[in-house]
């Protein structure tokens, strides 16, 4: 059993800075495809970022490319989200999320087997 926990939440002020830690347990990180995605109040989840099993590609939706980075510390439990230049519509619940099938990360939420129960990212001004 996969169990992912996300940290690193918080207020954040406008024009500020952020990572976000998914700790994986259970099974090694490098075994899936891993995701960010989030959900602001009222609105449907969106995909973030992902990355890929052997961390060969990322990517990242438009809306925080530039401002993102996905990566993995060296004892490959941990999956980071960094961003920055943060503005008032990154505010939402966000999540990292594990797929162990296709060949890569997907935008697509269906692909993804597991998932952490979310971490709240606030900015403000």
């Known amino acids: 059993q996969v169990h992912l926990v996300e940290s690193g939440g918080g207020l954040v002020q406008t024009g500020g800075s952020l990572r976000l830690a998914c700790t994986v347990s259970?099974?090694?990180?490098?075994?899936?495809?891993m995701g960010w995605f989030r959900q602001a109040p009222g609105q449907e989840r969106e995909f973030v970022g992902g990355?890929?099993?052997?961390?060969?590609?990322?990517g990242y939706a438009d809306s925080v490319k530039g401002r993102a980075t996905i990566s993995r510390d060296n004892a490959g439990n941990t999956v980071f989200l960094e961003m920055n230049n943060l503005k008032s519509e990154d505010t939402a619940i966000y999540y990292c999320?594990?797929?162990?099938?296709?060949?890569?990360?997907?935008?697509?939420?269906?692909?993804?087997?597991?998932w952490g129960q979310g971490t709240q990212v606030t900015v403000s001004s």
């Open positions: 990355r890929s099993r052997s961390g060969e590609s990322t």
């Open positions: 259970g099974r090694s990180p490098n075994l899936y495809h």
């Open positions: 999320a594990a797929s162990i099938i296709g060949s890569s990360w997907s935008r697509f939420s269906g692909q993804y087997t597991y």
